[in-house]
């Protein structure tokens, strides 16, 4: 058909006028670039190419200016006052600045979706300015002149518009992928022949000439290629381009999954990094703590120890205890970040960690001068929950009220039963001061890591951790904590509220005495490669009548276990040769009712549960007390092959 078309063109140009194959040649681009802004409009819903929506909607406008520019072409004599052949020329070259323009642009429209409405508006007011500036206010520079030809300003205007076109088929080259080969083919020849016939349109002397005829050929020629290129997208093969975008968005999807997929391994590794970094950290400066605490807390027992050298000792262990506390405060914010925080569920009397806590605070209340006050009322007062984090909660809060009670002033901690809302059984813990108080405008910061206010954070003491721990305690325990102040000097009172459990038939009750460790005289493989540590544990525990062999590394341990029928072993875990869980598992193989204590400055998650898996009865994280390891010998040699 368009070769057809091209054939008539040549017979109405040699067998007719110049003017009638003007006509229909501009006639047959106006009819063309029309129609692909209908097949454009027509299909704008379904539309996902916006470069194609772009062009074809500017195709409207481009037909509107060749229309104008045929019906202003020199001999026409149809629009009043226009003569001569520069008012067509320069609606020729406004129209290709349009065209060059949106090629341009298009490319940059390929992934986006693009409003017909603010297109079509930006479109009408470029076509009024070129109107206006034509016939109106000529003030659109000339571009023919009659008897002389074309102006400089036309020549240039077009190595400009062929400049733009090239520079609108780079952009093109870069989302080629968005096309269909079809569609691709059409587009790369409707560029070429678009620039092809704006530099033969700086060839021709008349515009009656054979230059113009030819450039005027092959615009018509770009403008079908462009209308096939649109109309296969939107009529012939919508879907088809549709379905090329979709799996162009897929291949970019997994691409990004791959590379989530990496960001999320570099992640995890960063990860178990940082965990190891932690584990390692909180054994290198915890193992050290170890015999400097167990030899003190023996001399402060010991009665052959001078009096004068007592408050000496006593400042030593409370360092000591305050650095141990703060390496686990960090290690276990990190376990509640990560979700890591393991809460090992027994039925216990929380009376008795309250006790406990307390018999642990009551020195540092001495000294400063604050009383310390228990009223445990509750009647109920057993719980599910794991002794040694609720001992944790209790002295945390008791620690933080003798830290901001003056001396003179006192803490209260009182317990009672309540019922919720679904009538369960509550155990009630409130621990109150008398102390500063806090400003009801930052009451609702306190529970956040790092968080300090009012003296606490003009003298720096602490790292603002106890609370938010300690209410991570609680929820992990299924209960909630809240404080009340009623303002600055008022004190302070936190509530704790935990579900109740049935007392069990064996409880035992809670016992400060400290002789249940020279009872009985055990045989005890200590494995332990810090010399100092083996060395202090040793003497304490051969003190107690206990007999005790040490092993500094795996190999000698096996040695000394082939030999000898102990009664219970005690391994630290990083050993020079291997895992101290190996050994003990090595062990327990051999005889099942062996009772077995790890006791490490390695507390990770993993490490306590790689521990419990083994049938290990408990784990000691390091520094441990004199009195700790006693009663966690007394319990292992008691449980036999039991652990926990």
Not at 396 to 422: I, M, Q, W, Y
Not at 570 to 598: M, N, Q, V, W, Y
Request: proline letters at 3%; aromatic letters at 8%.
């Amino acid at each position: 058909m368009l070769l057809l078309a091209i054939a008539g063109l040549v017979v109405a140009r040699y067998w007719g006028s110049y003017l009638m194959f003007h006509v229909l040649v501009e006639f047959f681009s106006a009819v063309v670039l029309s129609n692909v802004f209908v097949v454009t409009w027509n299909t704008r819903q379904r539309q996902t190419n916006g470069y194609l929506t772009l062009a074809g909607l500017a195709s409207l406008f481009m037909a509107a200016i060749v229309m104008v520019h045929t019906l202003a072409y020199d001999g026409m004599d149809i629009i009043p006052g226009v003569t001569g052949a520069n008012p067509a020329t320069q609606l020729w070259i406004a129209m290709g600045i349009m065209k060059s323009l949106t090629l341009v642009i298009a490319p940059l429209f390929v992934n986006r979706h693009v409003n017909p409405g603010v297109v079509v508006s930006i479109y009408t007011l470029a076509f009024c300015l070129v109107i206006v500036t034509i016939f109106e206010y000529p003030i659109f520079p000339d571009c023919y002149i009659d008897g002389q030809g074309l102006t400089p300003f036309k020549v240039y205007a077009e190595y400009v518009i062929s400049a733009l076109l090239v520079l609108g088929a780079l952009g093109w080259w870069f989302i080629r992928d968005r096309f269909s080969p079809n569609i691709r083919y059409l587009l790369v020849g409707a560029l070429a022949t678009t620039v092809a016939s704006e530099l033969i349109f700086t060839l021709y002397g008349r515009v009656d000439g054979p230059w113009n005829m030819y450039g005027h050929i092959l615009n018509m020629v770009a403008y079908y290629m462009l209308y096939k290129a649109v109309a296969q997208a939107a009529i012939a093969d919508p879907f088809g381009l549709l379905l090329r975008d979709l799996k162009l968005r897929e291949e970019e999807l997994e691409q990004r999954v791959v590379e989530l997929d990496v960001a999320r391994k570099d992640a995890e590794q960063a990860s178990r990094a940082k965990g190891h970094f932690l584990a390692v950290l909180s054994h290198e400066l915890r193992t050290p703590l170890t015999p400097v605490l167990a030899a003190v807390s023996d001399m402060l027992q010991d009665q052959r120890t001078p009096q004068h050298q007592l408050e000496t000792l006593r400042m030593i262990q409370r360092n000591v205890e305050l650095q141990a506390r703060l390496i686990d405060d960090l290690l276990d914010l990190t376990r509640i970040d990560r979700g890591k925080m393991r809460v090992e569920r027994t039925a216990l009397d929380v009376h008795n960690c309250v006790r406990y806590a307390a018999e642990t605070c009551r020195a540092e209340y001495e000294k400063k001068g604050v009383e310390l006050h228990l009223a445990l009322e509750a009647a109920d007062s057993w719980v599910s929950g794991d002794s040694a984090r609720l001992e944790q909660v209790v002295w945390n809060l008791l620690t933080n009220g003798r830290k901001f009670t003056p001396a003179g002033g006192r803490v209260t901690v009182r317990t009672s039963n309540e019922r919720s809302v679904d009538l369960k059984q509550m155990l009630v813990l409130e621990v109150s001061d008398t102390g500063i108080g806090i400003d009801p405008a930052v009451q609702g910061r306190l529970f956040t890591p790092f968080e300090q206010v009012g003296e606490a954070a003009a003298r720096g003491e602490g790292l603002g951790l106890g609370l938010a721990i300690t209410r991570a305690m609680v929820t992990l325990h299924g209960g909630t904590i809240t404080l009340r102040s009623e303002g600055i000097g008022k004190g302070t009172t936190f509530t704790i509220k935990l579900p109740t459990v049935r007392k069990p038939a064996n409880a035992t009750s809670y016992s400060t005495d400290s002789t249940a460790h020279r009872t009985i005289s055990r045989r005890i493989l200590l494995v332990e490669d810090h010399s100092d540590t083996a060395r202090v544990i040793a003497r304490l525990l051969q003190r107690d009548g206990h007999h005790v062999e040490v092993a500094r590394d795996l190999a000698s341990a096996r040695k000394y276990f082939s030999s000898i029928n102990y009664d219970l072993v005690i391994s630290d875990i990083g050993l020079p040769d291997g895992s101290g869980i190996d050994l003990l598992k090595e062990f327990k193989a051999d005889r099942p009712t062996l009772p077995a204590i790890c006791m490490s400055g390695y507390g990770s998650e993993s490490d306590l549960s790689a521990t419990a898996e083994a049938g290990i009865f408990c784990h000691l994280v390091k520094p441990v007390t004199v009195q700790r390891l006693r009663q966690a010998i007394i319990e292992a040699s008691s449980s036999g092959s039991s652990g926990r």
